[in-house]
């Protein structure tokens, strides 16, 4: 077996962990649990962390437990946030949780030809035959109120004089509760969460103590952020998803290809299964010729992968090439609209209707009446230009400013318009 916690270490993921947990897992094969919060229906890269540290749990021979919390996400985790969140109907939670299984499956092997395959739970599954009177009388006494508030999370909205919910009061016990029974009912002896979920674990290790008088093993990783202070994962359309819907994959594909050197040499550690060798050997090439971003492109070619499949990556690192001028005309329709948009986010765009394009006889008319102004100033400079070779529509050059206009439309109605090397526009026909 693999150590787990040298591989946390190494990749710098290693937070804080109760004693005795490499003895613990060093004795054979152990389970772990950590815990997804299904608000949403797909996971985010903040998620990523959290996904990668249950890969190489399992990677190193154990046994990975994804929690969804169909029950505390009808409740929402107050740890560290400034207010109560608004509570999900169970089946939101339910078509979410889905959701997100599909997304874990990338990452962690579900089979049941393995002896430590993933297994995927829900804590309503069991939170939902207790009562009220049942859980205040069977769980509750076990923890004091001044243990629970002396949790950080709780303090912290108490002092900011934002007041705190019995309801959102009550997320550690049931969260506590949690590690509990995949204790007792699972053999798993392990939680593993982020650095802000520390408090919420190590009171479900005190009620594994006081309730089955056993011991259990709490261990977090860091909070990712990024070099200069920003939170990670965001961007200034919001939050960085997995589902293609939300984020498209050259859209995910770029924020990683846009990361700082600083962050880049972090990330690949963290969001990646290369081994230390090659990570070391990736930032010597780094080193000698940062300008070829090597280790940004690795980064995002192998997380893109991961998540999107080997053909999406090729698709958005083609698309990534667009703007520098290595593609062509079969790469630009290979994109779907979406990604089209995105590439040529900010260009200039002209719309003509569908019959004042069937009108157009030659490649001079295009850039006549109905789009001049916008490409260019007159017909005379686009005829200047096009003779001198410097005007390419959808990646093929124009050659005779009177030839044929005999031009295919992206995703039926694009015209892609390069002028010189940098200037693009683009022509709706709609």
Same mark, same amino acid.
């Given at each position: ?216 093993? %709490? ?6 952020? =990024? +070099?200069?202070?920003?939170? @990670? &994962? #965001?961007?200034e359309s919001g939050s960085v998803w997995l589902d293609p819907e ?63 499949? %080997? ?6 690192? =083609? +698309?990534?090439?667009?703007? @520098? &001028? #290595? ?42 009446e109905v789009t001049q102004g916008v490409v260019f100033a007159s ?43 940098k200037n693009y526009f683009i022509i709706e026909v709609a």
């Open positions: 077996m693999n150590s787990f916690i040298e591989e946390l270490k190494w990749r710098g993921m290693l937070q804080d962990m109760t004693p005795g947990i490499e003895e613990h897992l060093s004795k054979g094969m152990a389970s772990a649990y950590l815990g997804f919060d299904p608000t949403a229906d797909s996971l985010h890269i903040g998620h990523l962390v959290g996904v990668m540290t249950l890969l190489h749990f399992q990677r190193a021979g154990h046994r990975p437990f994804a929690l969804v919390g169909g029950a505390t996400g009808m409740i929402g985790d107050p740890s560290f946030k400034s207010a109560e969140r608004n509570l999900l109907s169970k089946e939101t939670l339910d078509h979410n949780i889905s959701c997100i299984k599909s997304q874990l499956a990338k990452f962690l092997d579900f089979s049941a030809k393995e002896a430590n395959q993933a297994v995927l739970v829900n804590n309503y599954d069991w939170m939902s035959k207790f009562s009220f009177l049942d859980f205040i009388r069977e769980v509750g006494k076990h923890i004091t109120v001044n243990y629970m508030m002396g949790k950080d999370s709780v303090k912290r909205r108490l002092e900011d004089g934002n007041g705190l919910s019995f309801t959102e009061f009550s997320y550690q016990l049931i969260q506590g509760y949690d590690f509990y029974h995949l204790w007792k009912n699972e053999n798993c002896s392990v939680q593993l969460g982020g650095s802000d979920q520390w408090g919420n674990i190590v009171t479900g290790t005190e009620l594994i103590r006081r309730m089955g008088g056993g011991s259990a093993f %709490a261990l977090t990783v860091p909070l990712i952020t =990024k +070099a200069d202070g920003t939170k @990670f &994962g #965001k961007t939300k984020t498209s994959p050259y859209a995910f594909y770029q924020f990683w290809l846009n990361v700082s050197d600083e962050d880049a040499s972090k990330y690949i550690r963290i969001f990646t299964t290369l081994d230390q060798e090659s990570v070391l050997t990736l930032e010597a090439q780094h080193a000698e010729a940062p300008h070829l971003r090597i280790l940004q492109k690795e980064l995002g070619k192998s997380i893109t992968t991961m998540v999107h499949g %080997a053909k999406e990556f090729e698709i958005a690192e =083609k +698309a990534s090439q667009i703007l @520098f &001028g #290595k593609s062509s005309t079969e790469d630009l329709a290979a994109l779907d609209e979406r990604t089209f948009l995105q590439v040529f986010d900010g260009v200039p765009q002209v719309k003509i209707s569908t019959a004042e394009f069937q009108e157009l006889s030659t490649n001079l008319d295009l850039f006549g017909k005379g400079e686009a005829r200047k230009m096009i003779q001198g070779g410097g005007v390419s529509i959808n990646k093929e050059k124009l050659q005779d400013p009177n030839a044929d206009l005999s031009v295919s439309l992206l995703q039926d109605k694009y015209l892609l318009v390069q002028k010189g090397k």
